[in-house]
């Protein structure tokens, strides 16, 4: 089982990134993804997941209506769009799933606790 996460880099404030979280060795779609991001000196907290079968989201609240999580089965890839970017967005970004696929299959979880694969993580800096 790997994660790849990739597609950070430096934006100014009000740009976009699309960060790509390429899965290996499982089929993205029999789980549930979250995607993470911990600024230096901060916890880790949750920014987005989405349920294994893909009706149930979550957002922060700090990202909603900015930030979109998707995933394409065929690519075995899961996407974090993020609009209107913020100096504050600034962090590296993880992507991770769950011990099994039975997890969080109707509803995800926001909790980092709660997943147990992660990905190398990609650096997002946001210039005020």
């Known amino acids: 089982v790997q994660l790849q996460a990739s597609g950070g880099g430096l934006v100014q404030h009000g740009g976009s990134l699309r960060l790509s979280c390429k899965a290996s060795?499982?089929?993205?779609?029999?789980?549930?993804i979250g995607w993470f991001r911990q600024a230096p000196g901060k916890e880790r907290e949750g920014v987005s997941c989405?349920?294994?079968?893909?009706?149930?989201?979550y957002y922060a609240d700090s990202v909603k209506g900015r930030f979109t999580i998707s995933r394409d089965s065929d690519k075995n890839t899961a996407y974090l769009q993020m609009n209107d970017l913020k100096p504050e967005d600034t962090a590296v970004y993880y992507c991770?799933?769950?011990?099994?696929?039975?997890?969080?299959?109707?509803?995800?979880?926001?909790?980092?606790?709660?997943?147990?694969?992660w990905g190398q993580g990609t650096q997002v800096t946001v210039s005020s």
């Open positions: 060795g499982f089929r993205l779609g029999d789980y549930a």
């Open positions: 989405t349920s294994r079968s893909a009706h149930n989201t």
């Open positions: 991770a799933r769950p011990v099994n696929r039975h997890s969080y299959a109707v509803k995800c979880s926001e909790s980092a606790s709660d997943y147990y694969y």
